[in-house]
């Protein structure tokens, strides 16, 4: 659903401005020749236009190149005190965090952008501000928002007579209505917004919206139609050079012959589809062109399941199944991994590759939980940014530029007809009065509403305040758990003993060397407690000081070894202090300590494929967690403290950062089911150098 609107934004951008959809190669050669000259100008208002059109045009490209050269003319703009440039930093700021997914940061740029045009009484500016404001309303799936937007804005492109932005918008809340499957409200603002690109003259705009009502025909099942509109569109748009425009309607005639069960031609449409995506470049294409491949092999899946016989149908929808899946991982599309999963569980289980389909099945779960559970914090995120901006939303000044702006027009309406009929002197000298009675009463009103405003102001500054208050107690409260849980009291108990023992035996080298080691260790744990990050090799160092005291009390049967990756930087990852001790400490206490014989403990670090995490794997040999639980569970008052502060802890951390940290715990069996050990594998994302 993302991705849908992904494209819905970027072509709402096209629609608002007098330009056509520009294939990703053209835009590309742009941003080329426009940062050449970048390094020849001066750090003037002109250098801050061309860093705005260069961040603005790679939304579509490459996001994060986007959002750096974003953040550099919000810092040259902010240096020359230029409010109408800083205006245009925050809207290409905005596009790029949108198509990054960061809706949250997005819409705080939208408002700041905003709040300028406001200022600064550009209309225009405050159409775009709201125009973009509608598409995260959308996006968020607050349709009702979304149309109050699009229609702010429809309103202010219609004072300024801006006939191109308004189909623009005209389209976007038929988009919104025909998501919720309103499909009549959608075909009556589709066919008001291709009126208004016929009397335009634009070919390309009419091409595009002959295709959106093919698609609405479709899903009300007039394909007879649907095919119609959908024909004339692709017609058209052959004639210019945008291949994704090309593929898109192209995947929509396969839509279309699928619906009806003609899966030869709808195969004809999908695989050209997927070589026009393919031939063009950038994520947003690459992402379509894995869509391309899931719909590809899920035609050839029910091609197979209608001739059972044919292994080549089975092979073929298998093949491009798996195509989706490489395709969406490289470009971190969850949807498209959770569909393709699902399509392709079942095209291994109709082989007859149980084994297969059931692991494709699991990930199919996996990728479902995740988005379930990302709709929710997004639901969550989405009140916690209204009760921040809602008293913005509906600006006084904005209300007031619309205001004054018809009563000048009424004005100059009275002037023309005075000048034109002399004779209607009573009817101008009545428009003026009228004119000064509506602006004392605006004016008053004005005034009324500024004394609301501020008073209401003043309470939601106090509810933030209660509100961060109460968030950094809680902080406070499982920093001081996480804390308490590694100065485990028996831990310290066993430690202390093992050091006497050495005294009594008069072994004073040990004694000495272990009590070294002990002090350090507590040091460690007390000195890295209040820090937010420490790197790799400070937690392996705090980790080797806890495993060789505990070697010292377990003696030779115990082997416990760190392996890390070759030419791991381990001086250059960044982690949160303390995360991986309690997880070794768990296997020794609850794993290897009741275990007769040889003990067993290997820790692996290195990291992920993608770079993006350190993978930590703790593997041991001991009874299990299911016996420790039974042993544990003997024991009178027992209650695992350090598993529930670790637990909170990891909650907490993922609650700041976009890249979660992800704990995996395996019991380890034989063939005869008996517990053999347990693998616990720490997934922490890689951080960023803290501040100092």
């Known amino acids: 659903m993302f991705l849908f609107r992904l494209l819905l934004y970027y072509l709402s951008f096209q629609l608002a401005f007098p330009f056509g959809v520009r294939s990703q190669v053209v835009e590309q050669c742009r941003i080329d020749s426009l940062a050449k000259i970048l390094p020849t100008m001066k750090d003037d208002s002109n250098k801050v236009k061309l860093l705005n059109e260069i961040s603005f045009t790679y939304f579509s490209l490459d996001p994060a190149k986007g959002i750096k050269t974003g953040e550099q003319a919000q810092s040259l ?30 819409q705080n740029y939208y408002w700041q952008d905003l709040q300028i045009n406001e200022r600064l009484d550009n209309k225009a500016g405050i159409a775009r501000s709201l125009h973009e404001l509608a598409i995260t309303y959308e996006t968020q799936y607050n349709y009702p928002k979304a149309i109050e937007y699009y229609e702010k804005a429809l309103s202010v492109y219609v004072v300024l007579n801006d006939t191109f932005s308004r189909l623009g918008c005209l389209a976007n809340i ?9 499909y009549d409200d959608a075909l009556g603002f589709f066919n008001q917004s291709l009126q208004l690109c016929t009397e335009y003259g634009n070919e390309r705009h009419i091409a595009y919206m002959a295709g959106r009502l093919g698609s609405i025909y479709a899903q009300k099942g007039d394909y007879r139609k649907a095919l119609s509109f959908e024909t004339q569109s692709l017609e058209t748009l052959c004639k210019y050079p945008n291949l994704y425009d090309i593929a898109s309607v192209l995947s929509n005639i396969g839509d279309i012959y699928e619906e009806q ?49 044919d292994d080549r149908l089975q092979r073929l929808s298998i093949d491009y199944q798996k195509r989706a899946i490489r395709i969406a991982f490289s470009v971190r599309d969850n949807e498209s991994l959770r569909d393709s999963y699902q399509l392709l569980s079942s095209a291994q289980s109709l082989a007859g590759k149980d084994g297969e389909a059931l692991e494709s099945y699991k990930q199919y779960v996996l990728y479902k939980d995740s988005l379930a559970s990302a709709d929710h914090d997004w639901e969550m ?51 003026i009065a009228v004119i000064c009675l509506a602006g004392s009463f605006f004016i008053f009103r004005y005034h009324t509403e500024q004394l609301k405003l501020k008073n209401e102001l003043k309470r939601e500054k106090a509810e933030k305040q209660l509100r961060d208050a109460e968030y ?6 499982v920093t001081f758990s996480a804390l308490h849980s590694q100065m485990n009291p028996h831990f310290i108990f066993n430690a202390l003993n093992t050091i006497q023992s050495f005294v009594y035996s008069n072994d004073k080298g040990s004694a000495s060397q272990y009590l070294g080691k002990f002090s350090e260790l507590i040091r460690k744990i007390l000195d ?13 160092h705090i980790l080797q000081l806890y495993i060789d005291i505990e070697k010292a009390r377990f003696g030779d049967s115990l082997h416990a070894d760190i392996e890390k990756q070759p030419g791991l930087d381990m001086e250059n ?9 309690p997880f070794a400490e768990n296997a020794i206490k609850h794993g290897l300590l009741h275990l007769s014989g040889e003990k067993k403990l290997l820790i692996r670090i290195g990291k992920s494929s993608d770079d993006q995490f350190v993978d930590i794997v703790i593997d041991d040999n001991g009874i299990g967690r299911e016996h420790s639980m039974a042993i544990n569970n003997r024991r009178i008052g027992h209650h695992s403290f350090a598993n529930a502060a670790n637990q909170r802890r990891i909650e907490l951390i ?39």
């Not at 038929?174 to 309103?182: G, L, M, T």
């Open 261 to 309: 069960g003609r899966h030869d031609s709808a195969l004809n449409y999908y695989l050209r589809a997927y070589r026009q995506a393919a031939v063009a470049k950038g994520t947003w294409t690459r992402t379509w062109q894995g869509r391309y491949a899931r719909k590809i092999g899920s035609t050839y899946l029910a091609m197979s399941r209608e001739n059972t016989t």
């Open 528 to 540: 890295n407690s209040n820090k937010e990050r420490i790197t790799l090799e400070e937690e392996i």
């Open 472 to 477: 950094q107690r809680r902080i406070n409260e």
């Open 174 to 182: 038929a988009n919104v209505y025909e998501v919720q499957h309103k």
């Open 573 to 581: 990852i960044f982690l949160p202090p303390l995360l991986i001790q």
């Open 654 to 692: 993922n609650q700041m950062q976009d890249k979660k940290t992800r704990v995996e715990i395996i019991d380890k069996r034989n063939t005869d089911g008996a517990p053999t050990g347990t693998t616990v594998i720490i997934s922490i994302p890689v951080a960023a150098k803290p501040a100092l």
């Open 77 to 106: 703009a902010m240096r020359l005190q230029w409010e109408k440039g800083l205006a245009g930093a925050f809207h290409s700021l905005g596009a790029n965090y949108w198509a990054s997914h960061q809706l949250i940061k997005a």
């Open 381 to 431: 995120t989405r009140h916690e940014l209204e009760y921040e901006y809602g008293k913005k939303k509906d600006s006084l000044s904005y209300v007031s530029e619309l205001q004054q702006s018809r009563l000048t027009e009424l004005a100059q309406q009275q002037q023309l007809t005075r000048l034109t009929v002399k004779q209607q002197w009573l009817y101008g000298l009545a428009g």
